[in-house]
Every structure is written in C-alpha cells, then in structure tokens.
C-alpha cells in the first residue's frame, strides 16, 4: 500500500529539525542528535506512518528512538503524527531519516549501540524465491545489524506473514539470535505494552492474527559462514536494489 506523493511533503520535511537528511554522516554519532545522549538507544527499520513509532517514543521519554524508512515522503506523515502527540512540547526523543536498510551499514555504526530494533510489517518478499534476500530479516540483513546493534539487543519483529515469520526464525537461528518470545497471535497473548501500528490495526481489524517474537542477539555460532543458500552474505550489488 504505497503512499502518492503529496504536495504538503516537502515543505514538511524541509523546516523539520529532527528529520536527519545526511544519515551516513550521523554514522557512529547519533545519540548526538538529542537532548540526551546517555539514554539507551532504539532503531525501527521501515516505520512509514510512524502509527506505533510515536507512541511508543511519546510512551517511553527515557529512550532514544531512530526511525527510518526507505521512502522519504512518507515521513512527513510521521511528522504531522508526532507533532500531534508530543504538542505543545518538542519532539525530544525522536530522529527520523530515510534510509534504504539494504546499504543499512553506511549508515550506522557500532558506537550507537542500539538496545533494540523494531521490524513491523516489512514486505514479506515471498512470491519469487530470488527476492528473498530483499526481506529485512534475511542473514544478509542481520548481519548488518549486529555491526551497530549492542551485546545482548533484541529485535522484535511483528508480521501477518506465517511463511515470513517460519524463515525468519531460521534465519535468526542461523546469525545467532535467540528467540527469547514468540507468540503466533500477538493479540491474544496478553504481551505489553503492545504498540499497535498501521498495518496492525489494518490486519487484526479482519480478524488475522499477529506473529509475534523477540529475538536476543548472542554470540554468532561456532560454525557459521558468510553463506547462506548458497549466496554470499556480504557482497550487496547496489544494482540488485528494485528501487
Ligand atoms: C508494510 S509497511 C509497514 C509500515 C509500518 N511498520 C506498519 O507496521 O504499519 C513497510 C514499510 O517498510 C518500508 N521499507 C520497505 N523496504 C525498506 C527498506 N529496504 N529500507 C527501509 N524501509 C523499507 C516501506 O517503505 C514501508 O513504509
């Protein structure tokens, strides 16, 4: 569901002093950006609307949130959300940035060791097998997480996809991440606090359930390879980029 293009973005985004518009030259420094930068540190990967993003920042004033997605305009939805949230204060907590995850290392770095990363509702990438690599939760994506995530972090993902959750464990298992919760119906299970986010709303509203997990980052296994299905995790071609 791609947002058109509006005119009201620009200028939006343009006057928005917590919208980031050099991400690579933030690498390493972006607890930097906030009032204050000894607070734990959280980055959610493809927020759009940035529904959850806010509330969950609003909810939560001693964490540092980052908040990235790869279209730009639609982060000017995420702006009108948190000034109508955090008014008549400042958006304190909260950086934004449009960042393409795929070249998500150029970006950030180990010193922002952040504490955890939200995925919610990624694109489940699962009618042709060869764009399986795009999913944010393939090997060569969380390898490039553990590059700036802290010892210990934890990645909660969130999705409607039964098949995009089932490879995502496996894929999770294979980079040494520890499945610390998980629960095939996010709704029922009683979890909190539960930040619903657009998609959520959108799914759970006809009645299909949430997957649901946290997973702990730990030491890589002892046989792990830079491979996985036979293809290379660290050479990512720019030209294999859709977009
Ligand atoms: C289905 S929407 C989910 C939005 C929101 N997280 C939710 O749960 O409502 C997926 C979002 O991920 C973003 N996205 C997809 N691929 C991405 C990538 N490679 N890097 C950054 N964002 C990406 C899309 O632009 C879109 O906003």
């Known amino acids: ?6 005119p009201w973005t620009e200028p939006l985004l343009d006057g928005c002093p917590y919208l980031v518009n ?4 933030q690498r390493g420094r972006w607890r930097e950006r906030f009032a204050d930068p000894g607070l734990p540190m959280e980055l959610e990967i493809g927020c759009g609307k940035g529904v959850s993003t806010v509330r969950m920042a609003r909810e939560n004033p001693g964490v540092n949130f980052v908040a990235i997605d790869e279209v730009r305009h639609v982060l000017a939805v995420t702006i009108k959300n948190a000034e109508a949230a955090y008014a008549p204060e400042p958006v304190g907590n909260l950086a934004l940035s449009c960042v393409d995850a795929m070249f998500i290392r150029d970006s950030f770095g180990p010193e922002d060791g952040f504490r955890r990363l939200h995925i919610s ?3 489940p990438w699962t009618v042709r097998s060869k764009h399986e690599k795009r999913r944010l939760t393939h090997p060569r994506q969380l390898m490039q997480y553990r590059e700036f995530l802290a010892p210990g972090a934890e990645l909660l993902l ?4 039964g098949l995009l959750f089932a490879d995502s464990k496996r894929y999770l298992a294979y ?4 499945i610390a919760y998980e629960t095939d119906d996010l709704h029922a299970s009683g979890y909190a606090p539960n930040y619903v986010s657009e998609h959520e709303a959108l799914y759970s509203g006809q009645g299909i359930p949430i997957h649901f997990l946290i997973a702990r980052m730990a030491e890589l296994p002892p046989d792990f390879r830079w491979e996985f299905d036979g293809r290379r ?6 030209r294999e980029n859709p977009r």
Do not use: S, V, W
């Open 1 to 6: 569901m791609r947002m058109r293009r509006k």
């Open 22 to 25: 050099e991400p690579q030259a």
């Open 121 to 123: 509702f990624p694109n």
């Open 158 to 161: 969130k999705t409607d996809d």
């Open 175 to 178: 980079c040494g991440f520890e």
């Open 233 to 238: 995790l660290d050479n990512i071609d720019r």
